[in-house]
């Protein structure tokens, strides 16, 4: 699957946090925008996508993935795509249908039996004041 370049709008801001004057002085922080309709995915993984990464997703219908955890800008834009990647993935997995069953005979039978087992012990411990 490929993402069309021009739907992908990349921009770098200053990091926060630890790094000394390579802070102050580059913009390695990656802000990723990419609109949801823009996705190469099925209007159906789309929808998973944004219920699954709803923090992610704008008002507009944008999803924003940011990373500053490392020094380069290149590093934090590959960290990005990383992500978004890994957000596609499992948008595109279709869930397993989820069929309700019902329990065996046997199954019932095993727990009742377990059940009196255990009534048995408890009626067991009880004093006897005849």
């Given amino acids: 699957m490929r993402i069309d370049a021009a739907a992908v709008e ?6 926060s946090g630890p790094g000394g004057q390579n802070v102050n002085k580059r913009a390695t922080r990656c802000q990723l925008r990419i609109a949801l309709q823009n996705l190469p995915i099925h209007p159906e993984a789309v929808g998973r996508l944004r219920h699954m990464a709803s923090h992610l997703v704008t008002d507009a219908g944008d999803l924003l993935i940011e990373s500053d955890r490392e020094r380069s800008q290149e590093r934090n834009k590959d960290e990005c795509f ?28 095993r727990r009742i039996e377990g059940k009196k087992r255990r009534g048995e012990i408890k009626k067991n411990r009880r004093a006897d004041f005849d």
Avoid: C, H, Q
Avoid at 10 to 15: A, G, I, K, R, V
Avoid at 89 to 109: C, D, N, Q, Y
């Fill in 10 to 15: 990349l921009s770098f801001t200053s990091s």
């Fill in 82 to 109: 990383r992500k978004l990647r890994e957000l596609l993935i499992l948008a595109m997995k279709r869930p397993k249908v989820r069929r309700a069953t019902k329990p065996s005979r046997g199954s019932k039978e």
